[in-house]
């Protein structure tokens, strides 16, 4: 080969190699510019990352690089960062606060603290969620740690579990529904209310709990309210699992996504039940204590009238001959006006403003001595049967109250039994707490006797029951029964501190329960009353005050004619200057409780410094607070209840004079 060709041959080689130099160096160029591109973009997703990141030296525990975001996020320069240890960063205390603790941190490729407590450079404390990876950069390993802040997160949550919490504990039940009323969701409460458990409940619809008791027009508008996107609000009647009925306030709302649809509905309901039970029994006796003020108001002037009608006929008995056909027409007037005297001594009962004497009595003995006058008045289909409770039944009360109650109640029932029939009368003790009282409007906590009459006859529904106590209300026909008998039964209990609870269902009999405050101390023997003729006066001097000059009039003429000196005052101011005058020596003085200008005790005390030992005798068509409290008369206190006879006002004036001897 020619020196030319060989010069040749190298020369093609050596450009042989020179293109291959080229071309590994564009390849190199080429791999240089990915690597920067590669490496722009990971910077450039490194700073921009919404996460802390932290690049460690793996074997130095040194901080090689930090982003942005962690920066801002714990306060911190990156030169302040930048080529310290872990170790010696106080934020960082928890997860490496020694170099022993950075080894565990270097050793695990893959370390994850899903709620790490830091505090920033300026000791603010926040949460992160902490996650370390080891990596080959170089040759040389780096641990990465992303830190990401979840402190918003972890305030969300612990306000949701506040809500759940708040919503599991909530009295009202609450009901949640998706957007076709398909229940998801029930809270305890709910389940408490309806008896459904919360896996019963949820997939039904609320429609398991209707009652029958609203139309389709009222669930109609409840839902077209609500799909509207409204609220609604109001009462529903619903049934339990168990049947039983049941009242709840209720507020159904919707629930709307991002876009204004309706996704979820969402129902909070109170059971008011019990709340409208009570409230019926407040208003109840709200009603029956209006009513028992007018009833009082209007036997007061009733009896003033029926004073007048008594009295004068009386007098005119007495002046005219039996023999005279008009002396039997004013026989029947007198014994119209008595019966009428029962009807206002009735509503007197009611209104607790009848006079009464309180004893202690045994109530069982005297259940014992009635049980024969009352086994006449129901007659002999009627089966009475007597249950005692051993031992004594202590009362403070008035026999004659015990006996107003035990007939009025015993003729209840018998007119409500057709035909052959049961009755019982039953006497217990009973302690009433603080849960009773709390269910029972107007009871007290304390010690009672318990007397129970009970019937197997017709019943009653809960409208009757509800006005069964109610002055003139009756259930029977007309001209049976003047609708007085259990509202004088109900006046006499209250007056003496007590309560009467009925239980009746139609066609199941009645149950009444009188409640009397327990006498803790001994009884006492109670002596019948003697027979008393009319007793008259010796010319003794009786100042009557009265101001209704008929009134007066009229006792004028029976104080006379039962031999008494009389003068007479329509007001306080007249009888003081009576009693002023030294040619009057007046030994008693009957005054009405209620004048003008002061009352009958005001004047009595008056009366009474005048003349030290005068006698005084209060009247009235009822008492009044100035002389007794619900109608017991204060100690010492002579009284006469309007209208009276010339015998009641006989004896009272002679008592008043004497004594009782």
Partial sequence: MTIENRVR????????????????????????????????????????????????????????????????????????????????????KDIAASKDAFKILKQNEYIRYQDLPLETRYGQPIAVEFVSNVYLVDQRKVIQCNIRDITARKHADAERKRLLAAIEQSPEAIVMTDSQGVIQFVNPAFEH???????????????????????????????????????????????????????????????????GQIVNYVGVKRD???????????????????????????????????????????LSLSKMDPNQPLYADLKEIHKAAERSTDITRQLLAFARKQTINPVVLDLNQNVESMLKMLRRLIGEDINLVWLSKTGQCLVDMDPTQIDQILANLCVNSRDAIAGVGKMTIETGSEVIDESYCADHYGFIEGDYILLTVSDDGCGMDKKTVDQIFEPFFTSKGLGHGTGLGLSTVYGIVKQNNGFINVYSEPGKGTTFRVYLPRYADLAVDILPEKAVEIPHGGGETVLVVEDEPVLLKMAKAMLEKLGYRVLTAGTP???IGLALSPVN?????????????MNGRELAAQLEHLNPGIHILFMSGYTADVIAHRGVLDDGVNFIQKPYSMKDLAVKVRNGLHGNE
Wanted: hydrophobic content about 35%; some cysteine.
């Fill in 9 to 92: 041959l190298i020369n093609t080689k050596l450009n042989e190699r020179i293109a291959l130099l080229e071309e590994r160096v564009l390849d190199l160029s080429r791999t240089n510019e990915g690597l920067q591109d590669s490496e722009k973009r990971y910077r450039r997703l490194f700073e921009s990352a919404k996460d802390g990141i932290l690049i460690l030296d793996a074997e130095t525990g040194k901080v090689v690089d930090a982003n942005p975001y962690l920066l801002q996020l714990l306060g911190y320069s990156y030169d302040t960062l930048y080529g310290k240890y872990i170790w010696e960063i106080g934020v960082f």
């Fill in 193 to 259: 209310t309806t008896g459904y458990s919360q896996k019963e409940a949820v997939g039904q619809n609320p429609r398991i709990l209707k009652s029958g008791e609203q139309d389709e027009h009222f669930y109609r508008n409840l839902w077209d309210t609500i799909s509207s996107g409204r609220t609604w609000t109001g009462r529903i009647v619903n049934k339990r699992k168990d049947g039983t009925l049941y009242t709840e306030e209720t507020t159904i709302s919707p629930v709307c996504d991002s876009t």
């Fill in 272 to 314: 008011i039940s019990e709340h409208l039970r009570l409230s019926a029994q407040f208003q109840q006796a709200q009603k029956m204590e209006a009513v028992g003020i007018l009833a009082g108001g209007v036997a007061h002037d009733f009896n003033n009238m029926l004073s007048v009608i008594l009295g004068y006929t009386e």
């Fill in 573 to 575: 101011g007249d009888a």
């Fill in 585 to 597: 020596h007046i030994d008693l003085v009957i005054t009405d409780v209620i004048l003008p200008e």
